[in-house]
T-cell receptor
Framework: GESVGLHLPTLSVQEGDNSIINCAYSNSASDYFIWYKQESGKGPQFIIDIRSNMDKRQGQRVTVLLNKTVKHLSLQIAATQPGDSAVYFCAERYFGNEKLTFGTGTRLTIIP | DAGVIQSPRHEVTEMGQEVTLRCKPISGHNSLFWYRQTMMRGLELLIYFNNNVPIDDSGMPEDRFSAKMPNASFSTLKIQPSEPRDSAVYFC???????????FGSGTRLTVV
């Protein structure tokens, strides 16, 4: 029979607009968070990270926001480009552990 | 820097056959991770090594799966015997400092028929 896969949240954004991708993490003891981008046929690629002692961190066209109170992480991409189309994963790690636990991902589609 | 190198890129094998996936981490990195990605379960950590020593293999599905890291520049993930449900993309990743993220390879797409 047909298998049921993960339902990937999908976000469609007009080229040039800003996009916001959200992630709820699970472990209140997590102290380090990363956003990865995965393009079709490729491995996940590091975008930006943030530690739990910070609320916000900015990179080139990307900003990560961390709200520890509600265990929420977001990735903002400014002035989206066609090359931003990909699946975006958040990942968390808790103190003293090297393992990264990944979320299910969000598919971002840029509309030309 | 060539990044994390995985081989083969694609593998098609028959059920019951042995499959060996290979990974060369980035030179100087001391941690190596094997992940499996499927539509059903997303990205799952199978096992990771630190300084060539297996630290956590709790994600290895069953005894049919085994992984080795004989030296700092090479690791293998072996499935014997393979089953159709093992079909997935297997990623290897490495890191130097556990306080930072990993660098992933391009993955091996395994199809067991």
């Amino acid at each position: 029979g047909e298998s049921v896969g993960l339902h990937l949240p999908t976000l469609s954004v007009q080229e040039g607009d800003n996009s916001i991708i959200n992630c709820a993490y699970s472990n209140s003891a997590s102290d380090y968070f990363i956003w990865y981008k995965q393009e079709s046929g490729k491995g996940p690629q590091f975008i930006i990270d943030i530690r739990s002692n910070m609320d916000k961190r900015q990179g080139q066209r990307v900003t990560v926001l961390l709200n520890k109170t509600v265990k929420h992480l977001s990735l903002q991409i400014a002035a989206t480009q066609p090359g931003d189309s990909a699946v975006y994963f958040c990942a968390e790690r808790y103190f003293g552990n090297e393992k990264l636990t990944f979320g299910t991902g969000t598919r971002l589609t840029i509309i030309p | 820097d060539a990044g994390v190198i995985q081989s083969p890129r694609h593998e098609v094998t028959e059920m019951g056959q042995e499959v060996t996936l290979r990974c060369k981490p980035i030179s100087g990195h001391n941690s190596l991770f094997w992940y499996r990605q499927t539509m059903m379960r997303g990205l799952e950590l199978l096992i990771y090594f630190n300084n060539n020593v297996p630290i956590d293999d709790s994600g290895m599905p069953e005894d049919r799966f085994s992984a080795k890291m004989p030296n700092a520049s090479f690791s293998t993930l072996k499935i014997q015997p393979s089953e159709p449900r093992d079909s997935a993309v297997y990623f290897c990743a490495s890191s130097f400092d556990s306080s930072r993220g990993y660098t992933f390879g391009s993955g091996t797409r395994l199809t067991v028929v």
